[in-house]
């Protein structure tokens, strides 16, 4: 063998470590990311329950001091000798009662919003994730491509340029032996 094919030879075997190297690298950087995201996820997923968990408790706090605010007015109103259950101290009662359930329910919704906000980034993450992983396939691909693409590159500067007559006399050798 000249010197010249095994220069060639050791540049192909060169590139074929490189392309190795460097799909073994995109693998475990795409490995990497799908961790990440999958972690993101879970972690987002958690912060929704936390954003439920805050909005009932504070919902249910605001309830308690709406029925405590009635309970002082009442107690106000009956030390005053007035009639609790007509007029205007029960209309004031339930216009108040009102606005505090309407409150405890915004605070409520609040709270659902934030959760499913963050149950969507949630999700988003988890799919990050699957493309992640999606990522680790194609660069093997992409890797052994370029690692066969060196090869028969070599291969093919290696070999004589086949002719007509090449051909035709090979076909016929081949065909005389049958």
């Known amino acids: 063998m000249e010197p010249a094919s095994w220069i060639a030879l ?25 961790k990440q995201a999958k972690a993101e996820s879970k972690y987002l997923f958690a912060k929704a329950d936390m954003e439920r968990d805050n909005a009932a408790f504070q919902e249910r706090q605001f309830r308690r001091r709406a029925a405590l605010e009635i309970s002082k007015n009442n107690a106000v109103a009956g030390a005053a000798g007035l009639d609790i259950s007509s007029g205007s101290p029960l209309l004031n009662e339930l216009d ?44 093997m ?36 032996a049958y």
Request: proline share 1%; charged share 20%; glycine share 10%.
């Open 10 to 34: 050791a540049g192909v075997a060169v590139a074929v470590v490189g392309a190795t190297v460097s799909t073994v690298a995109a693998v475990e950087q795409a490995e990497q990311q799908e």
């Open 96 to 139: 108040f009662t009102t606005q505090a359930e309407l409150e405890a329910l915004n605070i409520k919704r609040g709270g659902d919003i934030a959760a499913a906000s963050r149950e969507f980034e949630g999700r988003a993450a988890a799919y990050r994730a699957g493309n992640y992983r999606s990522q680790g396939g194609y660069a």
């Open 141 to 176: 691909a992409a890797g052994a491509t370029s690692a066969g693409g060196s090869v028969l590159s070599y291969w093919s500067k290696t070999q004589k340029p086949a002719t007509y007559s090449s051909l035709s006399d090979s076909y016929m050798r081949n065909r005389e």
